[in-house]
Nanobody, 125 residues
């Protein structure tokens, strides 16, 4: 069974940084992947994506100057480095992957086939 597994969430003060990691249990290889988040009472939103070979990345406008998506090629992990965190960044963060390799990645949740259980990020002000 293909299952993304997130880690790295936690409690951080405003202005601080966190590094989220996602590995896909059950498979090895390259896939289009993305990070999403959902705060209580709000819709899930796409934050950053990376296509399977890393040639295309995209970001939500409100995070593009603070968040960086990358891949750890040794651990086959998708990384989301978050800096200058704000209280509005408090949410459950999800990693997603899709069973295809495209030229362009996507920030829409309906484009992804596999989802992790999420890791909580809480930013205190």
């Amino acid at each position: 069974q293909v299952q993304p597994v997130e880690s790295g969430g936690g409690l951080v003060e405003a202005g601080g940084s966190l590094r989220l990691s996602c590995v896909i249990a059950g498979v090895r290889g390259d896939y289009d992947m993305a990070w999403f988040r959902q705060a209580p009472g709000k819709e899930r939103e796409g934050l950053a994506c990376r296509n399977w070979n890393g040639e295309h990345k995209n970001y939500k406008d409100s995070v593009k100057d603070r968040f960086t998506i990358s891949r750890d090629n040794v651990k086959y992990a998708l990384i989301l480095q978050m800096s200058r965190l704000e209280s509005e960044d408090t949410a459950m963060y999800y990693c997603a992957a899709r069973n295809k390799r495209q030229k362009w990645c996507a920030l829409q949740s309906d484009q992804y086939d596999w989802w992790g259980q999420g890791t909580q990020v809480t930013v205190s002000s």
